[in-house]
């Protein structure tokens, strides 16, 4: 069996990453998933410090391993860490962007991708994707409902003192408020 490998920032993690975790769980009959909560992320900053980001993930993902991930690119968590035939998944915006990753002709070679997908999105985007790549047989694309929810909202909402109903899992929501995260975001 693959490990499928969800990584990210959560900063904080939302209903919208539940549903891709679900989607891939279920696509690729996974058990568990490794989360792997970006302690670093080499492409955005984070806002709450990477311990408390294990703990909301933990949170949102309780059937789950989730890991704090040291590595600040995929290629470098993939070299570092030992993984049973990995299925990295990514959303499809990421994957318009996989060509400026570093060495993501290797990332392929360590990793299948599998990339969510939502009704809409434009497919010529993810095939002019597909054509410059070495292995493009190493992209699997599997389908999930449109989720408009980013961490960034959930951030604000929190700054503006808003409710989180239906937006986080119950117990992220608890753990936003009982730390006392975001309210300056």
Request: aromatic share 8%; proline share 10%; net charge negative.
């Amino acid at each position: 069996m693959s490990d499928v490998l969800y990584g990210g920032a959560f900063d904080p993690p939302h209903t919208g990453h539940v549903a891709v975790a679900d989607a891939a769980r279920e696509r690729f009959a996974a058990e568990r998933l490794v989360v792997l909560v970006s302690e670093r992320p080499g492409h955005r900053g984070t806002h709450a410090p990477a311990p408390l980001r294990v703990e909301l993930a933990r949170a949102a993902f309780p059937r789950d391993d989730v890991r704090l991930d040291p590595y600040p690119r995929t290629i470098d968590l993939l070299r570092g860490e030992r993984f049973d035939d990995p299925v990295f998944v990514v959303g499809a915006d990421q994957f318009c962007d996989f060509l400026d990753w570093t060495e993501p002709q290797e990332v392929l070679e360590r990793t299948r991708l599998a990339v969510a997908t939502r009704p809409g999105f434009p497919q010529q985007r993810l095939d002019g994707v597909l054509a410059r790549l070495d292995r493009p047989e190493r992209v699997l694309f599997f389908a999930i409902e449109p989720n408009p929810l980013a961490s960034t909202d959930i951030r604000a909402r929190v700054a503006a003192g808003q409710p989180l109903d239906g937006l986080v899992p119950p117990r992220v929501a608890e753990l936003i408020e009982a730390r006392g995260l975001y309210r300056g975001a």
